[in-house]
């Protein structure tokens, strides 16, 4: 078992990609394939000496690899790089060696680690963490008769409950724009306004992927993906923001917000965000419009449900482990934590 080293791997990623071809079919490969080099082999946050794949070779070649995401994290008054496990992949003849590469990657030098596992992953971290905590998503239904057409291929019923539905909805109240004094602007790349503005309210947020200028800039505007990016500002001055990206799973169209940050009180912002971002997704005829978040501000659980985000949906979990039993109690305060769709490869996938 061996950290590939740059050379290593740019020997080996031909194997790299066929072994994920194999083990999540050619769909997720390609996407694999897509983001590859930004997301794992250049990250500009991976430590110099620590490489982003922990590989296991056999006679017949790689049968099992973890791949890890370096982020900057900030834990209270500490700011450290933090490690998610991408995946675990292993092949099917030697499915006993995924395990094998986890228990080893406690050996790697970055705490602490992270992950959304999925359910076969989440029975595997159990051996190696100490809990973890369920995050559900919410969705906004806009227009249903699409949606059900989408999922039941039935227009009879689709027309029936999505008539039903819009008539119901025509009597919701609707949120009148109060916040006059917040502009919305499309950017397509973050400003050093944002690091001023990250340091104004990150002290409110004891636990979160630091939202930096750089961070922003390499997550929303450098990877192989294009997002919609909506920044609000008074007077000039940056009050949060929103990352939305549209997802197609056959004829369901998905409007993601991956991203929503804001002061932990400012519920005006969040609607003025949260109105745009609908906007955006009907002028784009979305079906219907999701969210992932943990946080403790009850400000931004307000705003969702003011906007009609308030329909719990699929989630997913989340759990990590850090150094020592220190840093594992720390992270293990899921209350004080703060993350979005955005802080995982989760979204990437979609």
Not at 10 to 30: P, S, T
Not at 77 to 82: F, L, R, S
Not at 221 to 238: K, S
């Amino acid at each position: 078992m061996v950290y590939l080293t740059k050379e290593h791997i740019n020997e080996q990623e031909e194997a790299i990609f066929a072994l994920k071809d194999i083990v999540w079919g050619r769909e997720k490969a390609d996407i694999f394939k897509v983001i590859w080099g930004w997301l794992f082999k250049n990250n500009p946050f991976k430590p110099h000496n620590i490489s982003c794949i922990l590989a296991l070779n056999d006679n017949t070649g790689l049968v099992a690899y973890i791949l890890y995401i370096f982020a900057p994290l900030k834990i209270y008054n500490e700011t450290i790089i933090a490690r998610w496990s991408g995946d675990i992949t292993a092949h099917p003849l030697h499915k006993g060696e995924g395990l094998r590469v986890l228990i080893k990657g406690l050996d790697v030098p970055c705490y602490p680690c992270l992950g959304f596992p999925n359910k076969k992953g989440l029975a595997i971290s159990r051996l190696v963490t100490t809990g973890n905590v369920y995050i559900n998503s919410r969705i906004c239904i806009l227009d249903m008769q699409g949606a059900l057409q989408a999922k039941l291929k039935n227009k009879f019923i689709s027309y029936f409950f999505g008539y039903a539905y819009d008539l119901f909805s025509a009597y919701w109240p609707r949120i009148k724009d109060k916040a006059k004094d917040i502009a919305i602007e499309h950017i397509i790349y973050f400003d050093d306004r944002f690091d001023k503005f990250w340091q104004a309210v990150s002290c409110d947020y004891p636990i979160i992927i630091t939202r930096t200028q750089k961070y922003l800039n390499w997550r929303f505007t450098e990877g192989p993906f294009r997002y919609h990016i909506l920044a609000a500002a008074r007077n000039g001055n940056i009050s949060g923001y929103i990352v939305l990206r549209i997802s197609e799973k056959g004829t369901l169209k998905k409007g993601l917000i991956v991203d929503i940050f804001a002061g932990a009180n400012d519920e005006k912002c969040l609607d003025k965000l949260l109105q745009a971002a609908l906007s955006y997704f009907k002028e784009n005829k979305c079906h219907v419009a999701g969210c992932m978040l943990l946080t403790n501000k009850k400000a931004y659980y307000k705003a969702l449900s003011r906007n009609g985000i308030s329909i719990p949906w699929f989630g997913s979990h989340f759990t990590g482990y850090g150094k020592d039993e220190k840093q594992t109690a720390a992270i293990s305060n899921w209350n004080d934590w703060f993350l979005t769709l955005s802080d995982s490869d989760i979204e990437l996938w979609n």
